[in-house]
């Protein structure tokens, strides 16, 4: 009984705020510091890089992938966002730290290494949009695929008139023996993402402007919300943003992964 007297104010915030909102702030809180310096990291590299590649990759898209000691995965992603029926389109792979397989030769492929291992997603995918130049920027992870008419789909939303800033399609979630598990299809709620963990950048399309980073907190599997979440719901605060009820990605569901937990409500 006293128990449950005590966790009333917390439950009355999580009911006002949502519990993924009241974990955010208090891991800006906590991972401040961290931050910093984490910010200061990445300004470094982006520039340091940015040297190294001369002129700025550039296209109607350009699509980000981290990557981090997963060499068969990489090429994997790598491979399906080439295959992509856009090809007005850059791919620049952005190496957490610890040195970059051998990739297939492309005009529209850039790898780059971070000088040191950050172990933060965020500060890593920065870097890619920070390296390059487009219109609209994607998103894959080195352990996911995309469908061949993954950017078609986002496009034919994004680039008529009266079109939204931001898209995401479905995910077709599935395990590691290769069978799917289910799909994710939820239309977009700002209010409801506060209470849902339901937004994943592997679907995410979106038009290039100040909204467009990640966090820069160092997120360890047991820091809730992702800065995949992150990112739509604090984009979606000035920029319209649609879902796309169509799967067009292949999203690993690996227990030895970093994935997100969509249904793990447990820490609210």
Same mark, same amino acid.
């Given at each position: ?8 104010? @917390? ?11 009241? /974990? ?10 961290? &931050?910093?310096?984490?910010?200061? /990291? ?7 890089? %940015? ?6 990759? %550039? ?12 060499? %068969? ?7 399906? &966002? ?23 030769? *492309? ?5 780059? =290494? ?12 920065? +870097? ?10 994607? /998103?894959?992870?080195? *352990?996911?695929? @995309? ?13 008529? =008139?009266?079109?939204? *800033? ?16 289910? +799909?994710?299809? +939820? ?9 849902? &963990? ?12 100040? =909204? ?28 319209? +943003? ?14 030895? =992964? /970093?994935?997100?937990? @969509? ?6």
């Amino acid at each position: 009984m006293m128990r449950r007297i005590a966790r009333a104010p @917390w439950e009355l915030l999580k009911r006002a705020f949502g519990w993924l909102v009241l /974990f955010e702030a208090r891991n800006k809180l906590l991972l401040f510091p961290s &931050a910093v310096r984490l910010r200061r /990291f990445e300004d470094t590299e982006a520039a340091r890089l %940015a040297a190294l590649l001369g002129r700025p990759p %550039a296209a109607l898209v350009a699509t980000v992938i981290p990557t981090h000691r997963r060499p %068969a995965g990489l090429g994997a992603a790598v491979r399906s &966002a080439l295959a992509q029926t856009v090809t007005d389109q850059v791919v620049i792979v952005v190496d957490d730290g610890a040195g970059l397989p051998e990739l297939p030769a *492309d005009p529209r492929l850039f790898a780059v =290494s971070l000088a040191r291992n950050t172990a933060t997603a965020g500060i890593v995918r920065n +870097v890619g949009i920070r390296l390059t130049r487009s219109r609209y920027v994607a /998103f894959l992870d080195d *352990d996911n695929l @995309w469908e061949p008419d993954h950017l078609e789909q986002a496009l034919a939303v994004l680039e008529p =008139s009266g079109g939204p *800033d931001a898209v995401y399609t479905a995910l077709r979630r599935v395990l590691p023996d290769g069978t799917e598990r289910d +799909v994710l299809s +939820v239309p977009f709620d700002r209010r409801r993402a506060a209470h849902e &963990a339901f937004l994943d950048t592997n679907a995410f399309v979106a038009r290039r402007n100040r =909204s467009l980073y990640f966090s820069r907190l160092r997120r360890t599997p047991e820091v809730l919300p992702r800065e995949d979440w992150e990112l739509v719901r604090r984009y979606a605060r000035r920029h319209e +943003v649609r879902h796309l009820p169509r799967p067009t990605v292949r999203y690993l569901v690996n227990p030895d =992964s /970093f994935w997100t937990r @969509w249904d793990d409500e447990a820490a609210g």
